[in-house]
């Protein structure tokens, strides 16, 4: 535990989970899309449903969406901005079995037609939990940057991703696999101890065998 983890992070208020962690939200999901968002679909669960509009929440995930950090003084203006910019958006509320109290589901579609899904929580102390991302369990924090790969399942494949990061001097802090099924499409999602130069992300799309490489980084903002 450090300083951050007791103070909470540099934020407009009011709240860190309802907040600073749902501006951290839409952030991760529009990274996840990798793309300029034309429409967002935005749906809160439990506490977020119930007491978010009250804690701004809604206006955080529209200026997470929106690129925004969680000390952007423009998150109370966020739908104004989001008007400006011609984004669409809608609002609703969801009920997700087993989900935590603060969770949005968002769904973004780009301007070159992509599409993403993202369940993610606030977790508390402006900490997010990603949860679901298209539809598959894969759980990562975001306290790390992160890359998914998704490829097809071949015997050595992990270690073969592995070792391309190695080489390029990227140490693997985490590393969860899953597939849906044998020699099917597989997904490999590592917490990375540093940020990802783009070149490594580019020769790992270079890959034979993987379908997709999707980088998130939502501290990203913060250190630029």
């Excluded at 907040?19 to 899309?33: H, K, M, S």
Aim: net charge negative.
């Amino acid at each position: 535990m450090n300083i951050f983890d007791i103070l909470g992070p540099v934020m407009v208020g009011p709240s860190s989970s309802h907040t600073a962690g749902a501006v951290r939200i839409g952030f991760a999901a529009r990274q996840i899309l990798d793309d300029d968002v034309a429409e967002a679909e935005i749906c809160l669960h439990g506490s977020f449903a119930d007491t978010g509009i009250g804690h701004g929440t809604d206006k955080a995930l529209l200026g997470g969406i929106l690129g925004m950090s969680t000390d952007d003084e423009r998150i109370s203006e966020s739908y104004s901005v989001a008007d400006s910019q011609g984004l669409k958006y809608r609002f609703s509320t969801v009920n997700l079995n087993f989900a935590h109290p603060n969770t949005a589901l968002i769904t973004l579609k780009g301007k070159t037609g992509k599409t993403a899904q993202v369940q993610a929580s606030s977790v508390g102390g402006g900490r997010i939990s990603v949860d679901v991302v298209n539809g598959v369990e894969m759980r990562f924090s975001g306290e790390y940057p992160t890359l998914i790969v998704e490829s097809t399942d071949r015997p050595g494949f992990a270690a073969k991703v592995a070792s391309f990061l190695a080489f390029n001097e990227v140490n693997i802090a985490t590393i969860n696999l899953c597939r849906m099924k044998r020699g099917g499409n597989a997904i490999m999602v590592m917490e990375i101890d540093k940020p990802v130069e783009k070149r490594i992300i580019e020769g790992l799309k270079g890959f034979v065998d993987i379908r997709e490489v999707t980088y998130v980084d939502i501290y990203k903002n913060s250190r630029e």
